[in-house]
C-alpha cells in the first residue's frame, strides 16, 4: 500500500471549520491530494481512511466538492449527499508541446472547471 491518512487532530480541525462555514452559511470545497471518493478514482489511489473523513464531510450540508489529485488517470462522482468528487488528471503527463493547465469559475450554484488540451472540463452544479 501507499498514499497515507488523515489523523485524528486533521478529522477534528476539518470538523471545527465545517462546523464555523455552517453557522456563517458558507459553502465549502475540500481539497485534498488523495481521492476521497471511490466512483472517483481507483481505489489504490484513495485516502486509507477516506470513509472516516467522508464521515465528518457528510455531517455538514455546506460542502459542495471535494477536489483531489493523485489518481493520474482523472474522475469525477457525485456521492450520495451531493458532493462532487472530482479527481484530476496529471498535468506531467502531457504530450509535449501542449498546454496542462485549468481555472475554476465559481458561481453561487455550481463550479465550472475549465480545462485546456487533454485536462477535461466539468461542470458540478448543486443547490445553493
Known sequence: MFNG???REQLE????ILQ???KLKQKVIVCCHLP????????????WNYDEAMNVIHQ?????????GHDRKGGHSTD??????RSFEAALEGPPGTDAFRHIDVYDNRLLLCGTDRMQGTEMSFNP
Open 36 to 47: 476521497l471518493d471511490l466512483c472517483a478514482s481507483s481505489q489504490e489511489a484513495l485516502l
Open 13 to 16: 480541525w476539518l470538523d471545527g
Open 5 to 7: 491518512a488523515v489523523g
Open 20 to 22: 464555523d462555514a455552517t
Open 80 to 85: 450520495s449527499h451531493g458532493i462532487h468528487h
Open 60 to 68: 455538514y450540508n455546506c460542502v459542495k466538492a471535494c477536489l483531489s
